[in-house]
């Protein structure tokens, strides 16, 4: 199960009232989605986490993942909030994330490079991956790599997959190092955003042990696969956007597909991708709740010690 209690250093992405009177709590640094309690201890850290938020101020927050509760909150001293300071590189020039509406997505534009999908980052990237095969043979090492199995393992640290609640920007940081560097390829980042009114990222995690876990964003690396198809006479070269992510899926999926996912309505009648975005590999975590900056870990020390955290952890 999720752990009763975790300690973190974060900055405020957002409060939202949902129709019960209910105050949601959302942290740049966690895609979980936290409720504060009721009365007149949630009113109280409420005023204090906006406070927070329009001050652009970190904060340390005890949340309860197992609950989706925020417990409690301390301030930072000068110390403490310089060196959190030092950790937050920002992403230079990211893309605007854009609206979509999965149920009027045509697949058959939707994912392909260059028709459906237009983005700077591409720029980024020249080598294409060449065919499907090699994109599955990508997924597999990666998934080969969940802690849940116990290793040996062929990078360290392990990532753990089946700790889907928290951490998916580790995860795809992790896989980003791994496709650039045993495989040689560049790859970008997909993000989903739950972030209009009371909208959330929702799945059901079947490969966990089924429960329901709500995020309000979403990160997975994607990339770019060469396919080849036959049509009679007709020889087509497309190029696909096909996402990686071991954490819900069992191969790599077309993008429509991915974002489709996150909308399980039987977990949430909330469930609904806002807007989507995809940004260069560098990208690590948003910056703010509108999706149009993030933060970076050029040398990957966040990512491996989120990693480290969550590697004995599991979902439901």
């Known amino acids: 199960?999720?752990?009763?209690?975790?300690?973190?250093?974060?900055?405020?992405?957002?409060?939202?009232?949902?129709?019960?009177?209910?105050?949601?709590?959302?942290?740049?640094?966690?895609?979980?989605?936290?409720?504060?309690?009721?009365?007149?201890?949630?009113?109280?850290?409420?005023?204090?986490?906006?406070?927070?938020?329009?001050?652009?101020?970190?904060?340390?927050?005890?949340?309860?993942?197992?609950?989706?509760?925020?417990?409690a909150l301390k301030d930072l001293d000068g110390r403490e909030q310089r060196a959190f300071q030092k950790t937050r590189e920002l992403?230079?020039?990211?893309?605007?994330?854009?609206?979509?509406?999965?149920?009027?997505?045509?697949?058959?534009?939707?994912?392909?490079?260059?028709?459906?999908?237009?983005?700077?980052?591409f720029d980024f990237c020249s080598r294409v991956v060449p065919n499907y095969k090699v994109a599955q043979d990508i997924f597999e090492f990666c998934a080969a790599q969940t802690c849940s199995l116990g290793g040996p393992f062929a990078i360290n640290p392990c990532i753990p997959f089946q700790y889907v609640i928290d951490g998916c920007y580790a995860r795809a940081h992790k896989m980003r190092q791994v496709i650039e560097t045993r495989y040689g390829y560049c790859c970008e980042k997909v993000f989903s955003f739950a972030n209009q009114g009371n909208d959330s990222l929702a799945v059901q995690a079947t490969?966990?042990?089924?429960?329901?876990?709500?995020?309000?964003?979403?990160?997975?690396?994607?990339?770019?696969?060469?396919?080849?198809?036959?049509?009679g006479p007709i020889n087509l070269q497309l190029v696909l956007a096909l996402v990686i992510d071991p954490g819900m899926f069992d191969k790599p999926v077309l993008l429509s597909s991915w974002l489709g996912a996150q909308q399980q309505q039987s977990c949430d009648p909330n469930a609904h991708v806002s807007m989507y975005s995809i940004q260069t590999g560098s990208a690590y975590m948003p910056a703010n709740y509108a999706g149009t900056a993030f933060t970076t870990d050029p040398n990957y020390s966040q990512t491996d010690a989120t990693l480290t955290d969550y590697a004995g952890l599991v979902t439901c």
């Not at 490969?207 to 049509?231: I, S």
């Open 207 to 231: 490969k966990w042990g089924g429960c329901c876990v709500t995020w309000w964003f979403h990160v997975a690396p994607l990339l770019r696969v060469r396919v080849r198809l036959q049509l």
């Open 91 to 121: 992403l230079e020039g990211p893309a605007r994330p854009r609206a979509v509406n999965t149920k009027a997505i045509d697949p058959t534009r939707f994912n392909v490079v260059g028709v459906g999908q237009r983005w700077p980052g």
């Open 1 to 71: 199960m999720p752990p009763r209690s975790d300690v973190g250093i974060v900055t405020v992405a957002a409060l939202r009232e949902r129709d019960d009177d209910q105050i949601e709590c959302l942290f740049n640094e966690r895609e979980q989605i936290f409720r504060l309690p009721l009365g007149k201890q949630g009113a109280a850290l409420a005023e204090r986490l906006e406070t927070a938020r329009q001050q652009g101020r970190p904060v340390k927050a005890t949340v309860n993942p197992s609950r989706a509760r925020l417990q």
